[in-house]
């Protein structure tokens, strides 16, 4: 496959993601071109497809379409075993929007059904290949940060507007913890690998809400809101670094994000892991007490690419994995490890915050190469 000079992708779903998937997809990559959009609802399919050249048709019809390579998955949590079950079966690679699955037993039945066709199977988030992330992991891996000896990670969101504008959100797999720990776990295994066991306590004080999102057709009413919406855990990892990650979804605003990996030679701080853009500033332990208060916090230049909403990267990257017969990476492993940490976090918690041991793995996946130029960060 080595020759092939790009590959053929149909996307299902057309919801609020999916036009920034798409503009990713069809502007930014050779490697990929979108040739189809389907939907539940064919004038939605057609509105996209028109927007961006492609062909709209029903769910049946793509999956039936022998050209179509690759199927991006971007539906609700709930449809996702049966849409990526049914993207293997029709011999296709899928890659899909986060959560991967409602479980970890779901995930590694679909895992195994992609190797055992040797299809690629891929999932969202891939904001870790955003510049500001691998400008991090460049750091951390040169050494400057000396010994790393903790982390915290703290993120928030307004679930006063986002569960009226969202309605997935107050369903199975629309919690803060599938929802939106999967960005924060997703980046820290990246940046310092997997998760060895953890500690949890999870918070859901707010069974209802009055409907704030002035869009939504039930505006005003109150809605049934019974998902978690804070969590507060301690994380040790596979490398001995312990640290903190939390959130708090009961805020105001969204994504004030402190994010910050503390050295034995300096500390890192870091922007949100739902973004693509994002900074990277730097305290280095080479200030002189008798000269200064306080270290010096320095910003820290990005030389790579994909420094703007890039979602959607993730599918180019394992087009290319195909092509070249190497492991993408967004991968399924990861995807696996991150949903039994969450699922160890609520065991913990129903434990009273004991430590649970994880019991898979994953690798840290390849990082990218600077761009040459104006080129994108390259993804080969």
């Not at 029709?90 to 479980?103: I, P, Q, R, S």
């Not at 299809?119 to 510049?131: E, K, N």
């Not at 919690?175 to 990246?190: E, P, Q, R």
């Amino acid at each position: 496959m080595a020759d092939r000079a790009f590959y053929r992708v149909g996307v299902i779903g057309t919801g609020m993601i999916s036009g920034t998937y798409i503009d990713t997809m069809a502007k930014r990559f050779d490697i990929i071109r979108v040739e189809a959009i389907a939907d539940r609802h064919i004038e939605k399919a057609r509105k996209a497809a028109e927007k961006y050249g492609a062909r709209a048709c029903t769910i049946d019809d793509l999956l039936a379409d022998e050209s179509i390579d690759i199927v991006v998955n971007l539906t609700p949590p709930a449809a996702h075993e049966e849409l990526i079950t049914r993207i293997l079966n029709a011999g296709k690679h899928a890659y899909t929007e986060k959560c991967f699955a409602l479980d970890l037993a779901t995930a590694r039945r679909m895992s195994a059904l992609a190797d055992a066709k040797g299809l690629y199977l891929g999932t969202a988030p891939d904001t870790f290949l955003s510049g500001w992330a691998q400008t991090a992991r460049q750091i951390i891996d040169s050494g400057r940060l000396g010994t790393i000896t903790s982390f915290a990670m703290v993120g928030n969101r307004d679930n006063d507007r986002m569960l009226g504008a969202m309605d997935y959100m107050n369903k199975p797999g629309g919690g803060v913890i599938l929802d939106y720990s999967v960005y924060y776990l997703t980046m820290l295994i990246n940046l310092l690998g997997p998760v060895k066991r953890v500690s949890c306590n999870i918070k859901a004080p707010y069974p209802t809400h009055v409907n704030k999102f002035e869009l939504s057709p039930r505006f005003g009413q109150v809605i049934d809101t019974p998902n978690e919406s804070q969590f507060y855990s301690v994380l040790e990892l596979e490398g001995g670094v312990t640290g903190t990650m939390s959130i708090n979804s009961d805020s105001v605003f969204f994504d004030q994000t402190y994010f910050a990996i503390y050295g034995s030679r300096g500390i890192l701080y870091l922007g949100c892991p739902d973004w693509f853009n994002g900074s990277v500033s730097l305290y280095e332990n080479t200030y002189d007490f008798s000269k200064a208060d306080r270290p010096e916090r320095v910003k820290i230049d990005i030389p790579f690419g994909y420094n703007v909403d890039s979602r959607g990267v993730g599918v180019a990257d394992m087009a290319y994995a195909i092509r070249d017969g190497r492991e993408m990476r967004a991968s399924k492993e990861r995807a696996c490890h991150v949903l039994d940490v969450q699922e160890c976090m609520v065991k913990s918690h129903e434990q009273n915050g004991v430590y649970v041991d994880v019991g898979t793995t994953c690798a840290r996946s390849m990082p990218l190469s600077i761009p040459k130029e104006n080129e994108e960060s390259s993804l080969t």
